[in-house]
């Protein structure tokens, strides 16, 4: 058996009146992230770990925001293609460990629901998927709202 491990990093401005969706799940917010697809940040840092691990080069290498096929479409469409790529080298997803930085809003009553769609794009239990989320003690772009941080790692294995 061969066990992998994948990191990634996604990181989106905020912008007044837009959408707000992390982990394929709306909030209720004033702002939200602005990207070319609908700025998922934590699904964007998830496809990044999954990518990493089978070395398949990193989220923009195969959804590039020059390509109109990818303008507005939701991030878990990304994640199931995600799977598809490592799905075809051999590899099977294992888990998901995701932290997102943020001061507001607040997104404890919002993780169980992104651990289901999740949990639905990748084809893993609800519990082999981890969401934790903290501030920046209002410190820096994310301290001022101005942008949202993901981090993810996952674990991926061949047999």
């Known amino acids: 058996m061969k066990i992998k491990v994948g990191f990634g990093f996604d990181v989106h401005q905020m912008k007044e ?8 799940v709306q909030l209720e917010h004033h702002a939200g992230a602005f990207g070319h697809s609908d700025a998922d940040v934590l699904v964007h840092a998830i496809c990044d770990a999954i990518l990493g691990a089978a070395n398949l080069e990193d989220i923009g290498y195969h959804f590039p925001n020059t390509d109109m096929r990818w303008k507005g479409i939701s991030s878990l469409l990304l994640l199931k293609e995600c799977m598809a790529l490592i799905a075809a080298k ?6 998901i460990d995701a932290m997102l930085c943020l001061e507001a809003p607040k997104i404890k009553p ?3 629901q992104m651990k289901v769609e999740l949990a639905e794009a990748t084809g893993l239990d609800i519990d082999d ?6 501030t920046n003690e209002t410190m820096g772009f994310i301290g001022r709202q101005e942008g949202v941080v993901a981090y993810a790692v996952c674990l991926i294995e061949r047999a």
């Open 110 to 112: 919002y993780i169980p």
């Open 90 to 95: 051999g590899y099977t997803l294992g888990n």
């Open 129 to 134: 998927i981890s969401i934790k989320a903290t």
């Open 17 to 24: 009146g837009h959408p707000f969706i992390v982990g394929g």
